[in-house]
T-cell receptor, first 114, second 108 residues
Framework: NAGVTQTPKFRILKIGQSMTLQCTQD?????MYWYRQDPGMGLKLIYY???????DKGEVPNGYNVSRSTTEDFPLRLELAAPSQTSVYFC?????????????FGSGTQLSVL | GQSLEQPSEVTAVEGAIVQINCTYQ??????LSWYQQHDGGAPTFLSY????GLEETGRFSSFLSRSDSYGYLLLQELQMKDSASYFC?????????FGAGTQVVVTP
């Protein structure tokens, strides 16, 4: 199994550009998450989804959008990129989301907005 | 909402024991998880406490006290490869929120 796959691994954007970070998982997990991690900091929840067609905001949703049309895929869209969005982005999934199931993380996307 | 507090850094020598504390304020608390993250890598799951008490997994143990809103991760027989950041995390209605992380530095 591949687990959680994120693409791209690195990206440089200019201010005002848009892009989509791709995330797919092959574990048939219902719960999927997007986090951002600034240098030396913890993980901040951007958006999460409890199943196909259902998404909700986390702690820091401004400037981002998500969709969940299938169980496998959970893309994160950045519109009008800003320097404050320079960060490492992690996608994760879990089976139940109640804590008894562990989070499986993708390898991350390092994004720089210049 | 939730908040999870943990120390920013702990330094210890190889072979020593390190305890990383995590205090939390949360609604709808289910349990406490611990994750390890090496520089440049993704977080990986270490342990979960859904009930009060101690959970042991090899050299690592985790403890939870719901009455004190407190947990800890115990790293025994420290090895150089244990140098990493360690995060406590708490799920709440499908979401997982993380503490700011504790950087563990292991010296020879």
């Amino acid at each position: 199994n591949a687990g959680v796959t994120q693409t791209p691994k690195f990206r440089i954007l200019k201010i005002g550009q848009s892009m989509t970070l791709q995330c797919t998982q092959d574990m048939n997990h219902n719960y999927m998450y997007w986090y951002r991690q600034d240098p030396g900091m913890g993980l901040k929840l951007i958006y999460y989804s409890v199943g196909a067609g259902i998404t909700d905001k986390g702690e820091v949703p401004n400037g981002y959008n998500v969709s969940r049309s299938t169980t496998e895929d959970f893309p994160l869209r950045l519109e009008l990129a800003a320097p404050s969005q320079t960060s490492v982005y992690f996608c994760a999934s879990s089976g139940r989301g109640q804590g008894g199931e562990k989070l499986f993380f993708g390898s991350g996307t390092q994004l720089s907005v210049l | 909402g939730q908040s999870l507090e943990q120390p920013s850094e702990v330094t210890a020598v190889e072979g020593a024991i390190v305890q990383i504390n995590c205090t939390y304020q949360t609604s709808g608390f289910y349990g406490l998880s611990w994750y390890q993250q090496h520089d440049g890598g993704a977080p990986t799951f270490l342990s979960y406490n859904g009930l009060d008490g101690l959970e042991e997994t090899g050299r690592f143990s985790s403890f939870l006290s719901r009455s004190d809103s407190y947990g800890y991760l115990l790293l025994q027989e420290l090895q150089m490869k244990d140098s990493a950041s360690y995060f406590c995390a708490a799920p709440s209605v499908g979401k997982f929120q993380f503490g700011a992380g504790t950087q563990v530095v292991v010296t020879p």
